[in-house]
């Protein structure tokens, strides 16, 4: 009834993309270390030249590339885009893990990786899409929030739910002492979504994803 979305027999090759810190690419590079990820991470890919993700997965021996953004913001330029799918295609990439990518993907990238980038928001959505949704929690009053990883769409933050975990918002919370909370939270749930949908034990139908057994 379902179909799988991916199937774990070849050598399961993931591409992260990142613009910060790079705390959950490192939790998913442990992960493939370890083996509880059957997977590698090939490539790590940021919009930002001295981004501590590109800097971490080099200490790893980690390929990792810079693709200038070009002129906008929010999002990829033409060209960037191009770049940047002709890398991933050459990399013969199975899976796009987005981590702290301040980009908007569209058109061209989700057409060539339909069905296999995914993303990791610091919410339960579809509570608090966009930026910064420890604040947009702490500041609405929640007791509690906690993290999603999904499918990346076309809109923000909307794309089928894979995992959630939930965290509590307690006395005393701080913007800074929440969201360390949720990364934390973050670093258990990312690796676990990858893991699963290298091992070809998700499907996914319609907004409905089916962790199979
Ligand atoms: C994470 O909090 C994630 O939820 C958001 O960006 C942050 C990336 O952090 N999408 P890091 O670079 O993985 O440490």
């Known amino acids: 009834m379902y179909e799988s979305v991916v199937s774990g027999e070849k050598s399961f090759r993931l591409a992260v993309l990142g613009s910060g810190k790079g705390s959950n690419f490192a939790a998913i590079a442990e992960g493939c270390a370890k083996r509880t990820i059957p997977a590698q ?22 390929n990792a590339e810079f693709i200038a953004p070009g002129k906008f913001r929010t999002k990829l330029d033409e060209e960037a885009e ?31 990786f339909a069905g296999r980038v995914i993303n990791i928001h610091p919410a339960l959505l579809p509570a608090f899409p966009g930026l910064e949704a420890w604040k947009q929690a702490l500041d609405y009053g929640v007791r509690v929030t ?5 499918f990346v769409d076309q809109g923000i933050d909307t794309g089928p739910i894979i995992a959630q975990e939930t965290v509590p918002v307690v006395a005393g919370d701080t913007y800074e002492k929440l969201h360390a909370r949720i990364q934390e939270a973050e670093h258990r749930l990312y690796p676990k979504a990858v893991a699963a949908l290298a091992t070809g034990k998700i499907a996914v139908k319609g907004r409905q994803v089916v962790w199979l057994e």
């Open 82 to 112: 191009t770049r940047l799918v002709e890398l991933l295609k050459g990399g013969q990439i199975d899976l796009v893990v987005l981590a702290g990518f301040m980009r908007i993907l569209k058109g061209e990238f989700l057409r060539a």
């Open 146 to 150: 906690g993290c999603t990883v999904h």
């Open 41 to 62: 991470v090939a490539v790590v890919v940021s919009d930002v030249a001295d981004a501590g993700i590109l800097a971490q997965a080099r200490q790893r021996g980690i």
